[in-house]
């Protein structure tokens, strides 16, 4: 499918540029929805455990922590399915996504708290 749609866009590319820009999309989902889980684990932790703050960084842990389970869960999986690869290449993508979506968070509400007290 994903060939089809590049094809459309850009007509007809080499097999390599395909395997290479497949390469990106699968493992740029991986930051991206892994960054989101945490994201979401993270104002879960936050509506669970109330805090006058409005950023602590045990909700950051705890989300970081919820994102490194379950993508380790999915690596592990991967291993038992014949059709698919289990690496710990594809973990550290997961948790660079959900450090980056945990800073982009942190200096979001910081930030917000800063200039309301300013």
Known sequence: MLRKIIQLVYGDISHAAF?????????????FS??????????????????????AARWCWLALLVTLLAGSADEFHQSFVPSRTSTWHDVL?????????????AAWMIGRRSSREA
């Open 19 to 31: 395997e290479q820009i497949h390469f990106l999309v699968r493992k740029s989902a991986h930051f």
């Open 34 to 55: 892994y960054g989101l889980l945490s994201a979401f684990a993270f104002f879960s932790w936050r509506a669970t455990l109330p805090d006058a703050r409005a950023w």
């Open 93 to 105: 993508i997961d948790m660079s996504g959900a450090v980056f979506f945990q800073l982009v968070i």
